[in-house]
């Protein structure tokens, strides 16, 4: 009979009773680009694993409707999970019940208010420079990513301490960039203009990585050996793995959606992993130190 007559509990009359909607909301600034379909992966897995559903929303940087995406999803879920690095907790908090569960992905200390998970930027980046120094790099440009952006302002922090220490900084090998692709591409003119030219370059995300690369094709640079190139997210873009020669930060991306007993990342910030898209050394001397097989080298552990 229920079968014939096509019956399903009524999800809403059936949470009026239990007070629970066993649904989690998402709330993220995009839901386009790699990083986000590695994270967005990682939280259903998990999600679906404990018979959980997602609501899933993209605020677009804009904090009005963040707020009003949160106020909007009252009732309709268990707990948020809220990726904004330049969110307003106080405006958070005004707009959650109190004890409600949020956890906030990527942002300074949630206090006692919230649970965080945090990707530790400023380390990762640090590492990547210290790392292309060891290789013999010593002019490293950076592009980095979109002003405000507390990941992007981390990741540039990290960059400068490094090379203040072991390269040799100087501003204008700090080029602007907004995480997308198209800008690592555009980037790569003001590159090949600086004088003495880099021998590396760290861009904030793996997009503007990618863009690099192709600009440095079109323009007949071979990666490594004319330009050696890091990116910072190593997500399992297609694109990535066929660009070889590129040194790569990996993130936790899709772990940052699991809890840790499962792999994801524990309380404390994430640490970042260095890994290698190409056995080659990224060496500005490299055929002088031997050839296509010198200066090979390994993941490298930010631990």
Known sequence: MVEKLRYAPHGAARSLITRETHTLGVLLPDLFGEFFSELIRGIDATARRRGYHLLYSGSHGDRSEAEAMVRAMRGRVDGLIVLSPDGNRGALRANVPENFPVVLLNSAGGGRSFDTIAVDNFGGAAAMVRHLAGLGHRRVAFIAGPPGNRDASERLRGYREAMRSVGEWSKELEIP???????????????????????????????????????????????????????????????????????????????????????????????????????????????????????????????
């Open 177 to 303: 960039g907004n995480f997308r692709e198209e800008a690592g591409y555009e980037a790569c003119a003001r590159i090949r203009g600086l004088r003495p030219r880099p021998s590396a370059v760290f861009a904030a995300n793996d997009s503007m990585a990618i863009g690099l690369l192709y600009a440095c094709r079109e323009a007949g640079l071979r990666v490594p050996e004319d330009l050696a190139i890091a990116g910072f997210d190593d997500g399992s873009d297609r694109r990535a793995r066929d660009l070889r020669g590129a040194e790569i930060a990996r993130g936790p991306g899709r772990k940052a959606g699991r809890p840790p007993e499962e792999g994801g990342p524990p309380d404390d910030p994430r640490r970042a992993r260095l890994v290698r898209r190409d056995a080659r050394a990224a060496s500005p001397d490299r055929e002088e130190r031997g050839g296509e097989g010198a200066g090979r080298s390994g993941p490298i552990e930010n631990e």
